[in-house]
Nanobody
């Protein structure tokens, strides 16, 4: 079992930065790939970024490449999403997810077993 709690969301202006955190509990955290998804108002949840269980590989959706960075600290059982050059279209609830460390990359919701409750990010223009 893995429990996930996101934090770090807020209201910022276009061009600003935010760092989201996802604190995980459970002894098997280090064996899971981790991902970030987001859901904008009136839209379906979409994949944002993923990091391999080892931290050695990352994968991003095209719209955030070069602006967002996913990372993980095993000692802290935490995954981060550093978001720079934020745009109004990044406004969404951001969710952290954990998926089995078998195939890679994990880009689809059904590939993840555990989910946090989300943290809201609002980017004003």
């Amino acid at each position: 079992q893995v429990q996930l709690v996101e934090s770090g969301g807020g209201l910022v202006q276009a061009g600003d930065s935010l760092r989201l955190s996802c604190a995980a509990s459970g002894r098997t955290f280090t064996t899971y790939h981790m991902g970030w998804f987001r859901q904008a108002p009136g839209k379906e949840r979409e994949f944002v970024a993923a990091i391999k269980w080892s931290g050695a590989s990352t994968f991003y959706t095209e719209s955030v490449k070069g602006r967002f960075t996913i990372s993980r600290e095993h000692a802290e059982n935490t995954v981060y999403l550093q978001m720079n050059s934020l745009k109004p279209e990044d406004t969404a609830v951001y969710y952290c997810a954990a998926g089995p460390g078998s195939s890679w990359p994990l880009k689809r919701e059904y590939e993840y077993d555990y989910w946090g409750r989300g943290t809201r990010v609002t980017v004003s223009s």
